[in-house]
């Protein structure tokens, strides 16, 4: 699946910046990477969060000529953070030294060797217009290739031998069909039992980037299984972005045409991509900080604008945001009798879909089916006020597809939107005043559904802060492009209280906890019933020095389900408990070598059934001299759980520009090997090997995804070339 995201800052950034900026705590910043990707799993493409925090290493945000939007943009600080730097600002005057911020409430000295190497301070501020050749001569390229293949044969590729020299077998001793037999492959091909293209997923990207102000690139992805340069892909490659986005250009604050993404308010009205303002560790961050328009690089075919966009100061306190887009996304088809073209997909007004896809996979002819099956435009646009310690937002967007969403007919789906548009329109809001943040932002949809959060984030002492945040999202409100502060996966049909706590009893020891309740009004799936729920987090850190962290967490979920039990009638509801506890150290035992330890269990148990077990243990061990071409990564772990319920998620160094958080299930072991070389100035080589070896199994996975054996790995090659 392929994902596109702003989380937090790339772990393979801290350490290239670690090598060149000394005291970095890159613990600090893996923690961020995990408590955001912990909510997506699998390998997630964040190449735009990593481009950002490149240009800001690049173009280091200045302190002393800032706002809080800006500052935001880093996710390293928390609103009392942010907003306690501008005070400082307003009262005092501009800082001198980066280090002044010890002065400043809520800054002790780990955060600031946090954010160092992406803020600076300046007497007066840079100008923001250059030449043409200033422009290309100051700019920078950078072009990125990558390649990953699967070592062991899956049942949709077993037509062929891979480069390895392995050939899949049948679990079940049935004889394999004759392959040599064109005839008997393309048969296979037609009936969806095999994939039509090459094992390799192949992705390519280029972008030139002068400082914040200018951006153009194209990105291009195949996935595995998919063709390339024949049959269903004559073009080459599945998917194609490019986009140019400009800033700053006078009044024009900004201008997008291509690809693009749009984030506006609490993502309740208008937000594209995804946001990980959430639950975590990081009890101040529930904010959403919204970029308003920015350029889109990743991977996801569906999650984004294609069209143009432009951001224009209208005056000193008003700005206009307009957004136009046009594109076909996939989409599941429903309609009865309607004869598809796999390789001519538009189906116009007489397109009906039960539902819309995001994986982004054409692999086989059922997968083409569903590629760009839906025509969607979207309208919309943004006006905002602002002055110094207040904003506040009106959002309005329009959606519509080419033919009609018709949801299935089950009780829980009764209010999800069904149709061929919808329109929504939203107010939000961000007052600082002093010490104390208030923000939200409120929505209704066409069909008349209100949804609306606000929260409050405080520091009540130098050393103590809260968050607080409330939501009320109707079942019936419809928001087609919709991503706010939520404990289901979209913002409806939920309300709920999050009451976050942050204690700094003094510099080596910082306490996390929150509490969240929530109630969900109607139905939901697997659970046939109005439901409520809480889920509860406790962390305590210690940071004796730069070289050593520690952290210890709690996590406790409960939520009410149907029961598992195979009972007549309507199935009654039961509680639903998951408890995780997790110990972590990492320490360097030298400048170039760091180590990290995990242990984690989890517990969970639905109604009366047994309690299900898991456990995770692994050691890490990077090595990244600062004089030396060749970095390495190395893990070893050993997992074991009673069922998939029981899994247990992990953060993986991975390819810089991707992330990896698999789940750990079954009986095995897991370790990677990660290698980065530098043999010429300008280029960066990796290379990835990484494999689960289970214990407890002969199959793996199902459905053509399936291998057989007990051993399931890849290979990951990426080169990079900045010019």
């Known amino acids: 699946m392929k994902v596109a995201a702003w989380c937090a800052i790339p772990i393979a950034l801290a350490g290239r910046a670690s090598a060149q900026v000394d005291g970095i705590p890159s613990g600090v910043i893996e923690q961020r990477i995990e408590a955001a990707a912990e909510q997506l799993g699998g390998e997630t493409d964040l190449t735009g969060l990593f481009e950002l925090l490149a240009d800001r290493y690049k173009d280091p945000i200045d302190l002393n ?3 809080a939007q800006e500052l935001s943009t880093l996710l390293l600080l928390s609103d009392v953070q942010i907003s306690s730097a501008i005070q400082h600002v307003r009262r005092n005057g501009k800082f001198l030294s980066i280090y002044e911020l010890q002065t400043v409430n809520g800054f002790d000295a780990a955060t600031i060797q946090l954010i160092r190497p992406f803020v600076t301070v300046r007497e007066d501020p840079l100008e923001s217009t250059a030449s043409f050749k200033e422009i290309f001569k100051q700019g920078s390229s950078e072009l990125t290739v990558r390649s990953t293949f699967n070592v062991e044969e899956r049942k949709g590729f077993m037509d062929r031998k891979n480069p390895f020299g392995k050939e899949y077998e049948d679990p079940d001793g049935e004889p394999l069909p004759d392959f040599d037999d064109p005839a008997v492959v393309d048969t296979l091909r037609a009936q969806n039992k095999l994939y039509l293209g090459s094992p390799f997923r192949i992705y ?22 998919e063709q390339f340069f024949k049959g269903t892909q004559p073009d080459g490659y599945d998917y194609y972005s490019a986009h140019l986005f400009v ?15 749009g984030q506006f308010g609490q993502g309740l009205t208008f937000w594209t991509g995804l946001s990980f303002a959430a639950k975590s560790s990081f009890t101040m961050n529930v904010k959403r900080n919204a970029v308003g328009l920015a350029p889109y690089t990743s991977v996801n075919e569906n999650l984004f604008l294609r069209g143009a966009a432009a951001t224009y100061e209208l005056s000193k306190h008003f700005e206009l945001t307009g957004f136009v887009s046009r594109k076909n996304i996939d989409a599941n088809l429903s309609s009865v009798g309607i004869v598809v073209d796999s390789l001519n997909l538009n189906q116009g007004n007489d397109v009906n879909v039960s539902s819309l896809l995001e994986d982004g996979f054409h692999r086989t002819y059922n997968e083409l089916e569903r590629k760009d099956a839906l025509g969607e435009s979207i309208l919309g646009g943004h006006l905002r006020y602002r002055q110094r310690s207040f904003s506040t937002g009106l959002t309005v967007a329009h959606v519509e597809y080419d033919g009609v969403l018709q949801r299935s007919t089950a009780p829980y789906d009764q209010y999800d939107f069904s149709g061929r548009e919808n329109t929504n329109v939203g107010m939000d809001w961000n007052l600082l005043y002093r010490n104390l943040t208030w923000f939200g932002e409120v929505a209704m949809s066409a069909n008349g559904g209100m949804a609306m959060n606000t929260g409050v984030l405080v520091s009540l002492d130098k050393r103590v802060s809260m968050s607080l945040l409330y939501r009320d999202y109707g079942r019936d409100y419809h928001g087609l492009y919709s991503v706010a502060f939520a404990e289901s996966s979209k913002p409806w049909n939920e309300r709920g209280l999050f009451t976050g706590l942050e204690i700094r009893p003094n510099r080596y020891w910082t306490i996390n906890a929150y509490f969240d309740q929530f109630t969900f009004p109607w139905l939901r799936y697997l659970t046939n019933a109005p439901s409520s729920g809480f889920d509860w987090l406790a962390q305590v850190s210690w940071r004796p020095s730069r070289r050593v962290e520690f952290y210890a967490r709690a996590r406790h979920q409960d939520q009410a389900k149907n029961t598992a039990d195979d009972v007549e009638g309507i199935d009654p509801l039961v509680r639903t408990t998951q408890t995780n506890y997790r110990v972590h150290a990492s320490y360097k035992v030298s400048d170039a070598v760091s180590l990290r330890t995990r242990v984690e269990t989890v517990d969970f148990q639905r109604g009366a059934t047994p309690l299900e077990h898991g456990f995770l243990m692994y050691q890490d061990i990077v090595h990244r001299p600062l004089s030396s071409p060749l970095e390495l990564t190395l893990r070893f772990a050993l997992f074991e ?9 992990a953060y993986e160094n991975e390819l810089i ?9 079954g009986r095995g072991i897991r370790w990677y090997a990660m290698a980065r070389v530098t043999p010429l100035r300008r280029v960066d080589v990796w290379l990835r090997y990484g ?3 289970y214990q407890d199994q002969t199959v793996i996975s199902s459905g053509l995804q399936e291998i057989s054996g007990n051993v399931k790995s890849d290979v990951k090659l990426q080169v990079r070339w900045i010019f």
């Open 65 to 67: 000529h800032t706002d």
């Open 204 to 225: 390519t990207r280029y972008r030139f980037r002068y400082r914040q102000n200018i951006s153009f690139g194209f990105v291009a992805e195949k996935d595995e299984g």
């Open 247 to 261: 800033r700053n250009l006078g009044r024009l604050k900004a201008v997008a045409i291509g690809d693009y993404q």
């Open 641 to 649: 759980s009673d069922t998939y319920n029981a899994r247990v998620y």
């Open 657 to 665: 520009g991707v992330f990896g958080i698999p789940a750990y299930y």
């Open 691 to 693: 494999a689960f070896i």
